[in-house]
């Protein structure tokens, strides 16, 4: 997510009054709209204050490049991040309405590989904002009023963020069916030393069929007692790292893969959870 803006030479917006002042000491370009001023130099014409006469009441609205960000009404002021949630538009929405923007943190929230997905209540929460001395949780699209005396006017309106674990006896469960892949991979590390595996052109031909279904097929391929080997060399390809051993002139740069039963078990874990997000569950 790109961050450039500059608000060196940006008035900031307190009030209403504040709004029609700026908008009234500033001249239109020659040219173009009337009713817009640009808020930065007048080369600047992507930060910009637009008068509009809604309800025969006159609004000023403070944008960025086409987008509506900050309205200024008499009584209110109101926000949002126009569904363009970059560093930008936080920014210059913070600027103008002295309200501080800070990105949600969803890994606090939810835990991975679950922590953004549409199916978490907290997915379409973009940044908190804090007025007064409160903080409170935006998305992307609406609009919020917040009066000039830092307080929301209808609180209902924010996102209210969900805080989610797994479910660890449904988890307990559901590895059962990978016990003897899991006894096989911890001898074999132990063995080894937790040396990884290296690229076998005809095993990776039989773990195609399986890895194209996604976890469904991992799955499948890791539950089946007959394919052990199989899956242990499937699933050591998807999880181990590689360790550079030095250089020699003969071969060249040396790299040897490595894993551990504690990375093993948790791409195993991955897998389980992504089939079955009900062992998501939201925390009291």
């Not at 939810?110 to 997915?123: A, D, E, G, I, M």
Request: aromatic share 14%; with cysteine; glycine share 4%.
């Amino acid at each position: 997510m790109g961050f450039h803006i500059n608000v060196y030479n940006m008035p900031r917006i307190e009030t209403y009054d504040n709004a029609k002042e700026i908008f009234n000491s500033k001249t239109a370009v020659r040219g173009e709209n009337q009713s817009v001023r640009r808020l930065g130099d007048r080369y600047e014409k992507e930060k910009w204050l637009r008068q509009e006469i809604q309800e025969g009441v006159e609004v000023y609205i403070a944008g960025y490049y086409n987008t509506d960000l900050v309205r200024f009404y008499p009584t209110h002021k109101e926000i949002t991040l126009g569904s363009y949630p970059s560093q930008s538009t936080e920014y210059f929405v913070w600027y103008i309405s002295g309200h501080r923007l800070e990105d949600f943190q969803h890994k606090d929230y939810v835990p991975s590989p679950f922590t953004k997905s549409p199916l978490v209540k907290n997915h379409q929460i973009e940044c908190s904002i804090w007025i007064g001395h409160y903080q409170y949780y935006m998305n992307a699209h609406d609009w919020y009023a917040i009066s000039y005396d830092d307080k929301p006017l209808y609180p209902e309106q924010f996102e209210k963020p969900v805080k989610y674990k797994f479910d660890a006896k449904q988890m307990r469960e559901l590895r059962l069916p990978y016990k003897k892949l899991l006894k096989y991979t911890d001898t074999m590390l132990k063995l080894t030393n937790g040396e990884g595996v290296h690229t076998d052109a005809e095993l990776n031909e039989q773990t195609n069929s399986y890895s194209m279904r996604g976890s469904e097929g991992v799955l499948q391929l890791c539950a089946d007692e007959d394919k052990t080997h199989l899956a242990y060399y499937y699933m050591l390809r998807q999880c181990q790292h590689s360790e550079w051993q030095g250089w020699n002139a003969n071969t060249h740069n040396q790299y040897k893969y490595r894993c551990n039963i504690g990375i093993f078990k948790r791409y195993l874990d991955k897998q389980i959870k992504l089939e079955n997000p009900q062992v998501l569950v939201e925390v009291n």
